[in-house]
């Protein structure tokens, strides 16, 4: 099984072919005053922050290759990667093994795509998995932090889950940082009725604004 770095976006569609947007992409007609202020940083610093952005988002893509490999029990090939990326990608793997060991899951569904009939949105699921015997929903960020947009993208995951059936315990995000330290981090959140309405009222926006373009 092999990871490159030129994946094509998945696309998805309600049952009638309609393309449906994903829930990162509704999503980003937010504002993320975080992440300006963090090129920003960077640019006061003479770094290009699209190069550190870039090169960020192959580790993490690449740490979720590890851990979709890991749970899917197949061997991973890194062969499109640099050593040193290689290198920050298994340091996510090795902190997702610590939390493993306390955390015997049972996974049933890894990367999982699925598409809202009712809402018209998709998105892809990491980890939907039994613990203890109830189902929780994983999402797994490589992140230095955790965002409280994570949240709304969360409560869209959980009401895709719903919609196909599977009621859910618990949700939770696990945040394995990619230097060897203990950078690690787990948010657990059960009632996600408020985020789910933010990002309902995001997908009414964003229909909105592709309705307006439409027009135009």
Known sequence: MAETKTKI?????????????????????????????????????????????DNAADIGTLAHYLILCDLKKQKPDTSEYSPAD???AENCLIKYYGWLKEHPIE??????????????????IDCLAKLNGDLI???????????DEMFYQLAAYKALLNEH???????????????NTG?????IINDLDKQ?????????????????????
């Open 107 to 124: 996974p049933v569904l890894v990367e999982e795509p699925l598409v809202s009939e009712r809402f018209g949105f998709g998105g892809t």
């Open 9 to 53: 976006h998945t696309v998805y569609k309600v049952a009638d072919g309609t393309k449906a947007p994903s829930v990162t992409t509704v999503l980003g007609i937010l504002n993320k005053p975080a992440l300006l202020d963090w090129a920003w940083r960077l640019g006061c610093e003479g770094v290009d922050y699209k190069a550190v952005r």
């Open 196 to 216: 789910w309405q933010v990002f309902l009222a995001c997908l009414s926006i964003y229909k909105l604004k592709r309705s307006i373009k439409s027009q135009t």
């Open 137 to 147: 929903l994983i999402d797994h960020k490589t992140g230095k932090s955790i965002y």
């Open 183 to 187: 950078d690690f981090e787990e948010r």
């Open 165 to 179: 059936g599977h009621d859910i315990k618990s949700c939770r995000i696990l945040r394995i940082g990619r230097e």
């Open 86 to 88: 290689v290198d920050k």
